[in-house]
């Protein structure tokens, strides 16, 4: 039997705020335990929060970006549930009148395309952390994350296999990461996806029953996830069983998903208006505002990236996707104007040493104007290839300025064409065996003299100009 | 209304209490007491008026987005029971 799976996604962003939502304490990570804490974000009785209007603003731009309304009468409401790492024991989060409804992300998947709408996204804040500590088999609560912004962007349940949820996910990375609102650090959970799934045979349109899997935070894994929770489905189906509707745990480790206890699940969030906030009236020109500032999105790069420079599509994609492969492509255009070439050394040289030094690309750090001076260096037969890509490698490491690299270190082009003819005539007069075979037609030892008369040059010559040489010396013989 | 022993039961889940026959009974009696009086508010005519969660008729209160410094840790934590490594220790929560 066949089956179809059904999937909706919620994702999690954290705001790139430099505070958090209710009051003035810093979203910076990884600071020591409790120390981005104040009287407000760990619930101290007595407190009121205060909202940060640049979360609203962050908000309404995620929205227009994502093809949403914009409410423009908003509350908070409160989501009510015991656990440690929420000290006022609700969470402040928008159930009745979240900020954008009624959006949607184009997705293209192997060349088809798709719409996936957005069901709405509303703001909240985020909870603390909780550390399990073996030593006293006890739990520790670090409060810093605790209040931090997030959007939660929930999705109408229109996706069918893994690969348009990882097209999804990584359209709206890169929406967040263009519009400036996250970074999207997935490993630093800035970025986390909830997925609802379901399964049911082909013969039917009736949706099956959905399981719900929590804070997968890794493109990988949620493609691990999908597949291992569809296949649990079905078996559970042809075994003639019944699909719980519970929440499920993925451990990536062990490969598969565990059922959450139901009585720790209990999802009855009791939700309220919260009347601590006022609510928040957005007005017309606030949204005018935005999209007036709103900076060009994925899409629209793309299109142009194609249509004004003819590169590759898989090319533009890769670029595209990520706002810092973006700033390295533009930044290092501004300098050359050499459209084709900055992207073959970004999807060569740059990615290639960004995987291994293991450096994510949103760190890769050089001055990217450089990228553009080395590529007309290379124009200009300063420098050759190969000597470039140990110049660009230099760059990476340790951002040296090209020309001053190479003025120092004497890599310049041997551009004197006596001189190569020299080096040549040196290197055909001692290898008379190599001369010999070539006159029995093996072709091949002219790689052999190349490579000589390269070593002799220090590597520094054009390797055309070197061959062609080779070539008129040969014919002289 | 009538709080059941189920209710309290499960409010108790809820609220991860646990609470012995006594407790249970006299929680029943308050809450009881307290949805007894949603009745009388209940009786007041309010046709054609609008539901409202706030007293006072503001709207757009803000901050902005600037760092200010947050309390001492030893502050936040003086009043947790327990406490390691600059956090509040709990019992054993599950993942
Ligand atoms: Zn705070």
Redesign the pocket.
């Known amino acids: 039997m066949d089956y179809i799976t059904t999937m909706g996604l919620e994702v999690h962003t954290e705001l790139s705020t430099k505070t958090?939502i209710f009051?003035?304490?810093s979203t910076e990570f990884g600071g020591e335990p409790n120390t981005?804490?104040?009287?407000?974000?760990?619930g101290m009785p007595g407190t009121l929060p205060v909202l940060n209007r640049q979360v609203v603003e962050y908000a309404i731009r995620v929205g227009i970006a994502t093809n949403c309304e914009i409410t423009q009468y908003n509350k908070f409401d409160r989501k009510n549930y015991f656990y440690p790492d929420l000290p006022k024991a609700y969470q402040v989060s928008q159930l009745y009148l979240p900020i954008c409804r009624n959006g949607h992300i184009d997705i293209e998947v192997n060349g088809k395309k798709k719409a996936i709408r957005i069901h709405e996204i509303h703001m909240e804040e985020d909870a603390g952390k909780l550390i399990h500590d073996p030593w006293d088999d006890c739990t520790l609560v670090d409060y810093n994350r605790c209040?931090v912004p997030l959007l939660e962007i929930v999705s109408e349940p229109d996706f069918e296999t893994g690969e348009e949820v990882i097209a999804y996910l990584t359209k709206l990375k890169a929406i967040l990461q263009y519009t400036g609102v996250s970074d999207c650090k997935m490993e630093q959970g800035s970025l986390r996806a909830d997925v609802n799934l379901s399964v049911r045979p082909v013969t039917t349109d009736e949706l099956g029953t959905r399981t719900e899997m929590k804070n997968i935070n890794s493109f990988k894994a949620i493609a691990r996830a999908i597949e291992g929770e569809r296949k649990r489905q079905i078996e559970v189906i042809e075994e003639g069983g019944r699909v719980v509707q519970e929440t499920r745990r993925w451990d990536d480790n062990k490969g598969a998903s565990f059922a959450m206890r139901s009585k720790e699940n209990a999802q009855d969030y009791r939700y309220f208006p919260e009347p601590d906030l006022v609510p928040i009236e957005i007005s017309d020109e606030w949204i005018a505002r935005v999209k007036s500032e709103m900076p060009e999105l994925p899409d629209a790069k793309k299109a142009r990236y194609l249509a004004d420079y003819g590169l590759p599509e898989y090319d533009v994609d890769i670029i595209t996707g990520s706002k810092y492969l973006v700033e390295i492509f533009e930044q290092a255009l501004a300098a050359c104007n050499e459209p084709k070439e900055v992207s073959n050394w970004i999807m060569g040289e740059v990615l290639r040493l960004a995987t291994e030094t293991s450096t994510d690309v949103e760190d890769i750090s050089f001055d990217f104007a450089n990228l553009g001076k080395l590529i007309l260096l290379v124009k200009k037969n300063v420098v050759n290839r190969p000597t470039a890509k140990e110049v660009f490698e230099k760059m990476f490491r340790e951002n040296v300025e090209p020309e001053q690299y190479i003025k120092e270190n004497g890599l310049e082009m041997v551009q004197d064409d006596n001189l190569v003819r020299e080096v040549v005539v040196k290197v055909l007069a001692d290898n008379p065996k190599s001369i010999a075979e070539w006159k029995e037609g093996n072709e091949k030892v002219t790689r052999f003299l190349m490579g000589q008369c390269m070593k002799q040059l220090k590597g520094k010559a054009d390797p055309g100009t070197v061959n062609a040489v080779i070539a008129e010396e040969l014919a002289k013989l | 209304m009538k709080i059941t022993d189920e209710m309290i039961d499960y409010i108790g889940i809820l609220a991860r209490l646990q609470l012995d026959e006594s407790e249970k009974e006299s929680a029943k009696n308050e809450m009881e007491k307290i949805i007894n009086y949603m009745d009388v508010l209940n009786e007041v005519d309010t046709t054609g008026i609008e539901a409202m969660s706030h007293a006072f008729p503001v709207k757009n209160v803000f901050r902005e987005d600037e760092v200010r410094p947050?309390v001492d840790r030893e502050l936040i934590t003086l009043n947790a029971p327990k406490k390691k490594d600059g956090c509040f220790q709990v019992p054993k929560t599950v993942e």
């Open positions: 958090k009051c003035n304490c981005h804490v104040c009287e407000v974000c760990s209040g | 947050s």
